[in-house]
């Protein structure tokens, strides 16, 4: 499976920004895929995530200002991000978990900063 993401980028505090994810290869039916993020120092957190089944979870932290939403028919997931933090700056990470395991995107930089 391979993940391709798109957005991210520069954004002062308040601002909004989209983010895409796109999986490719050996994708099942059934999966969950979502985002990530790894602020410098800080452990990787879960964002937020969204099953094939309709499911939704996101960390408390961003409730009320991001939104997961995917299309399965495409095999692809976006976050939509508004009313940024700085604290929301960190390296995004999109993943893809099905039966096989858990893959990962490349990353993709989100910097909150006036």
């Known amino acids: 499976v391979q993940l391709q993401a798109s957005g991210g980028g520069l954004v002062q505090p308040g601002g909004s920004l989209r983010l895409s994810c796109t999986a490719s290869g050996s994708t099942n039916s059934v999966n969950s895929m979502g985002w990530y993020r790894q602020a410098p120092g800080a452990k990787r957190e879960l964002v937020a995530g969204?099953?094939?089944?309709?499911?939704?979870n996101s960390a408390d932290s961003v409730k009320g200002r991001f939104t997961v939403s995917r299309d399965n028919t495409k095999n692809t997931v976006n976050l939509q991000m508004n009313r940024l933090k700085p604290e929301d700056t960190a390296v995004y990470y999109c993943?893809?978990?099905?039966?096989?395991?858990?893959?990962w995107g490349q990353g993709t930089q989100v910097t909150v900063s006036s």
């Open positions: 993943y893809y978990n099905d039966y096989q395991g858990t893959f």
């Open positions: 969204a099953a094939t089944s309709g499911s939704t």
